[in-house]
């Protein structure tokens, strides 16, 4: 049976470091003199009661967490931290409707980055950085996180973080998760920062600075301006930004190992980050040669909004700082491919990952191969390492089950009203965290308010899934997930 009392101690736990990021947001408010310092000290009180009262069910429990009890936590803890992070806009009236105000926060954690904000300039500032706090502290994940400072916390910690994190192959750096989650979180706050200091030095004033620096580097989107090109503006700005997305799209433990132990040999052999920088490589050029020898646009331009672009498709950012509505048609092809496919496992995109897309790629030659040598032994093969049978039949159950969750999604958009376009990109969005704005064109005009309410919790659930790679969340509604035995 689930052990509830040592779920509820650990959700507890969480809801209180909740309620102390919630008091970042105080400073800000206080530090602009606006109004939404109420809001959030209310929301504190309320994360922090409601935290309390878990850890105090949970008091007698034990620390044996089974697979069956990380599975729960990590899925109640995504959706709890959406309940009570939502409690700032709806307290302080600037997100009236549950509905939209739940979109709104589940979009952030999930670094999905859909919004029915239609103005964000119009929210204050604590409320802004709000919003990039709730995508920054997703971006590797919300347990993962608490493992890095708590790691005491409530034992089983190497079953929560394999319930938590993205892609089918774990490579672990040091036998302690903690100090694992430590050395990634040090890479990820460097790079945070980095991002920072770039962004000001080429004129960003730092507020817009710190908020984009976090929302780029967990490739989720928010932003403080409703268009983009305000914020980048120039040439160097667009190239920074490019820069901190592809480098938030490589997988962490690769970084770890190429920067601070030196083992650049690794992330040149690595079989996924050369397939991530092809892609990134061929789409950049096949798109520039699109707009160059279509729409007119001189040599630079042309290389600089498709690197731009192709990155924050690819590594789910879903920045816009050019309405590609008006792009030649083959390049939503190419984008909306790349949006499907993701970077890197184990980095802050979503997607179906890179190292799936070889995995699945080299299942398909071996088949063909397989027809002409019915006796030949044919490994998959991921940086010289043979992938067991087990990870590639669950590899074609993911597959099949992100396909067909994409086709029911679009179904239900249809049924809803909504034209075959936006289906397509509300399906791809949710399922691959990007979201992209809704539009007749695929450009930033229209937001995601205009769904019918039941739609949009659709979708919440559908972002969930999305970042916790869907058979984590699908198995609690199964039957055998609640037997005894």
């Not at 919630?22 to 109004?35: A, R």
């Not at 580097?217 to 403080?224: D, I, Q, R, V, Y």
């Not at 308010?449 to 970042?467: A, E, N, Q, S």
Request: aromatic share 14%; net charge neutral.
């Amino acid at each position: 049976m689930v052990n509830f009392g040592l779920v509820s101690k650990i959700i507890g736990q969480l809801l209180c470091l909740e309620s102390f990021l919630m008091s970042w947001c105080v400073i800000m408010s206080y530090c602009y003199q606006e109004d939404d310092s109420i809001a959030f000290l209310i929301s504190m009180i309320f994360t922090l009661c409601g935290g309390l009262c878990l850890l105090y069910f949970g008091r007698n429990a034990d620390n044996n967490m089974s697979r069956r009890d990380s599975y729960l936590v990590v899925t109640a803890t995504w959706v709890a931290f959406s309940i009570f992070g939502m409690l700032p806009y709806m307290i302080g009236g600037y997100i009236d409707n549950l509905t939209d105000a739940y979109f709104e926060t589940m979009s952030g954690f999930t670094t999905t980055g859909a919004s029915i904000v239609i103005r964000v300039e119009d929210l204050p500032h604590g409320i802004l950085f709000w919003r990039s706090l709730s995508q920054w502290i997703g971006g590797l994940g919300i347990v993962f996180f608490t493992i890095a400072i708590l790691p005491s916390m409530g034992g089983g910690s190497v079953r929560v973080f394999a319930a938590e994190a993205t892609g089918p192959i774990r490579t672990k750096m040091h036998p302690k998760l903690s100090t694992n989650a430590k050395w990634i979180w040090s890479i990820y706050l460097g790079l945070t920062l980095a991002c920072i200091l770039v962004f000001w030095a080429f004129g960003g004033s730092w507020f817009d600075s710190i908020n984009y620096a976090m929302t780029t580097t967990a490739t989720g989107g928010f932003s403080t301006h409703s268009d983009n090109s305000v914020f980048f503006s120039t040439p160097a700005m667009e190239y920074s930004s490019a820069l901190f997305q592809f480098l938030a799209g490589i997988n962490f433990t690769l970084l770890y190992l190429t920067l601070f132990k030196r083992r650049f040999r690794d992330l040149f052999t690595n079989s996924e980050f050369k397939l991530y920088v092809g892609i990134v490589i061929v789409a950049t050029i096949w798109i520039a040669y699109l707009l160059i020898s279509r729409m007119g646009y001189g040599l630079e331009h042309g290389l600089r909004e498709a690197l731009f672009h192709v990155v924050s498709f690819v590594t789910t950012t879903g920045m816009f700082n050019e309405d590609t509505g008006f792009w030649p048609p083959f390049t939503w092809i190419i984008l909306g491919s790349l949006m499907f496919l993701g970077a890197s496992a184990g980095s802050t995109s979503g997607g179906f990952k890179c190292v799936r897309g070889l995995m699945l790629i080299q299942v398909l030659r071996n088949e063909f191969r397989r027809i002409l040598h019915p006796n030949a032994v044919l490994p998959v093969m991921v940086n010289g390492q043979p992938i067991p049978q087990s990870k590639i039949t669950t590899l074609m159950v993911f597959f099949a089950i992100y396909v067909f969750s994409c086709f029911i999604c679009v179904i239900i958009m249809l049924v809803a009203g909504v034209d075959n376009h936006n289906s397509i990109i509300i399906a791809l969005s949710c399922l691959s965290n990007v979201g992209l704005p809704l539009d007749s064109h695929m450009g930033p005009v229209m937001t995601w308010g205009v769904l019918p309410d039941y739609v949009k919790w659709i979708c919440t659930f559908l972002m969930l899934v999305g970042r916790l790679e869907i058979i984590s969340v699908l198995v609690l509604f199964t039957r055998s997930y609640w037997k005894e035995n």
